[in-house]
């Protein structure tokens, strides 16, 4: 099935001019559109199995919500389904996609290519989503040059070129902290407004420019205090709650923790050894810190 055109076998007939009508001007709350790509995600799975319909009860617990939730929401994008069928499979994979910008195709610039970065680069989800890797940067020597993905390690000098050329505006940052946010600098004075971060760090962007924050020890230390309410047990006054999390997470969350302090001492040791050097594009303390491996 080809995302972005309307089925032909659908009896409802595409909105063209809502196309292109932007989310926020038409009012669809964050919570909805957070909502949207797990309805998505559920209905293209029932497309791949040629399911032509779909209840709002089915499609809910596919997606993880209740029915009342789901139809609201999709009263947003004006999709009421039919009482007794059910909702077009094929019609709203489209619809959906339209809402969410997934009918055109988004280069993406990935900064920072340690073993998340390589993950990331190889994930094979983005080209099916409409997401395509348009290049993979480092200030790491030792790292640019090399590849990931059959794409070539390009050094961050060339981030302006790239993000012109390809007309970028979707940077993902796998750096560890203490580059992070030079390099969001330099992503925003670029041209790029929307990023994902999976750097354990809070970035400042101007308005305008939208963040998106993956931090995967936070959402383990979620789990752990799910973990322990399971449990019935309380931490102790002065104890934290991976604490008293299950071994494997408080394992997992000291490797995060051990790796973004090692990759932090990384970086600045080679920030120190390197010469300073003011330029256009540049942070505050002149040349970019070396991205290191996250």
Not at 37 to 46: C, E, Q
Not at 165 to 176: D, E, K, L, M, Y
Not at 254 to 261: D, H, N, S, T
């Given at each position: 099935m080809a995302i972005g055109r309307s089925p032909q076998s659908s009896s409802?007939?595409?909105?063209q001019g809502a196309a292109r009508r932007p989310s926020r001007a038409r009012g669809i709350p964050e919570a909805t559109v957070a909502r949207l790509?797990?309805?998505?995600?559920?209905?293209?799975?029932?497309s791949e199995r040629s399911v032509p319909t779909v209840s709002s009860e089915e499609l809910a617990a596919a997606a993880g919500v209740n029915s009342a939730k789901l139809r609201k929401d999709?009263?947003?994008?004006?999709?009421?389904g039919t009482r007794g069928v059910g909702y077009d499979v094929e019609y709203l994979v489209y619809q959906i996609s339209r809402e969410l910008g997934l009918t055109q195709d988004w280069p993406v610039v990935i900064v920072g290519i340690g073993n998340l970065g390589h993950a990331l680069a190889n994930y094979g989800g983005f080209a099916s989503r409409g997401f395509r890797v348009a290049a993979l940067l480092d200030a790491d020597p030792a790292v640019v040059g090399s590849s990931a993905a059959g794409l070539p390690v390009r050094h961050m000098d060339e981030l302006e070129e790239i993000v012109e050329?390809?007309?970028?505006?979707?940077?993902?940052?796998?750096?560890?902290p203490g580059a992070a946010q030079q390099v969001c600098d330099r992503l925003v004075e670029a041209g790029v407004t929307s990023i994902l971060n999976f750097a354990p760090t809070v970035l400042t962007v101007p308005d305008g420019v939208d963040v998106r924050k993956v931090d995967l020890s936070i959402e383990l230390q979620i789990l752990a205090f799910h973990e322990q309410r399971?449990?019935?047990e309380e931490p102790d006054r002065g104890e934290s709650v991976l604490d008293r999390a299950p071994g494997p997470v408080r394992a997992a969350a000291?490797?995060?923790?051990?790796?973004?302090?090692a990759s932090a001492k990384r970086t600045d040791a080679k920030a120190e050894a390197e010469p300073v050097k003011g330029g256009p594009g540049q942070g505050p303390e002149g040349d970019l810190s070396a991205v290191m491996p996250a």
């Open positions: 409802q007939t595409p909105d790509p797990l309805y998505l995600r559920a209905l293209t799975a029932l999709f009263s947003y994008l004006g999709s009421y050329t390809q007309a970028v505006s979707i940077g993902v940052i796998t750096t560890p399971k449990a019935g000291a490797k995060l923790r051990r790796a973004a302090g």
